[in-house]
T-cell receptor, first 119, second 115 residues
Framework: GAVVSQHPSWVICKSGTSVKIECRSLDFQATTMFWYRQFPKQSLMLMATSNEGSKATYEQGVEKDKFLINHASLTLSTLTVTSAHPEDSSFYIC???????????????FGPGTRLTVT | AQKITQTQPGMFVQEKEAVTLDCTYDTSDQSYGLFWYKQPSSGEMIFLIYQGSYDEQNATEGRYSLNFQKARKSANLVISASQLGDSAMYFCAMRDEGGYQKVTFGIGTKLQVIP
């Protein structure tokens, strides 16, 4: 089946520093990847939609300059949290959709998530 | 705008029994997809089942079935023969099938299977 990986799985950083999270589709190509944030005991909230070779589309209320997204290839998207603060502490999950059609094209495959703690 | 409503914050079910998790949705789109995901304590999101808005038959995947009632805008998940490993958070989600195909998630239902 389609596998999406995220690195790192967890990270602790100091306030004011930047953190990069990678999302990779391991065995398929994904023109579109999505970045979600999940606070404890809450649902997933879409932050942005990342398309290979173009600028990401951010959801309302998500700061573009704070959450930098780069989708450099069909298998890699990165989310950089710049000047992180304690309120950015959350569980960040990416997902990717298959490029090709067929039954599986409607499925989004999720990465295992990255737990960010900002101290 | 799309909206997913899950009204059951928590559910208990006896092992080997069936359980229904409720989900209602609201959208102005004609073409959309409905999903259910399972999120165990480890945090990963596991795809369970998909129903397209134009699918006439209810989707089934093993022990999971989706009770799709389009007129009522509901997409309940039925888990048959519950197992202890089914204990997890369950999220209902909807995707518009146009544009970037953004997915909107419900708030989730925590299911606990009792031995």
């Amino acid at each position: 089946g389609a596998v999406v990986s995220q690195h790192p799985s967890w990270v602790i950083c100091k306030s004011g520093t930047s953190v990069k999270i990678e999302c990779r589709s391991l065995d398929f190509q994904a023109t579109t990847m999505f970045w979600y944030r999940q606070f404890p005991k809450q649902s997933l909230m879409l932050m942005a939609t990342s398309n290979e070779g173009s600028k990401a589309t951010y959801e309302q209320g998500v700061e573009k300059d704070k959450f930098l997204i780069n989708h450099a290839s069909l298998t890699l998207s990165t989310l950089t949290v710049t000047s992180a603060h304690p309120e950015d502490s959350s569980f960040y999950i990416c997902s990717a959709r298959l490029l090709a059609g067929g039954r599986s094209s409607y499925e989004q495959y999720f990465g295992p998530g990255t737990r960010l703690t900002v101290t | 705008a799309q909206k997913i409503t899950q009204t059951q914050p928590g559910m208990f079910v006896q092992e080997k029994e069936a359980v229904t998790l409720d989900c209602t949705y609201d959208t102005s789109d004609q073409s959309y997809g409905l999903f259910w995901y399972k999120q165990p304590s480890s945090g990963e999101m596991i795809f369970l089942i998909y129903q397209g808005s134009y699918d006439e038959q209810n989707a089934t995947e093993g022990r999971y079935s989706l009770n799709f009632q389009k007129a009522r805008k509901s997409a309940n998940l039925v888990i048959s023969a519950s197992q202890l490993g089914d204990s997890a958070m369950y999220f209902c989600a909807m995707r518009d099938e146009g544009g970037y195909q953004k997915v909107t998630f419900g708030i989730g239902t925590k299911l606990q299977v009792i031995p």
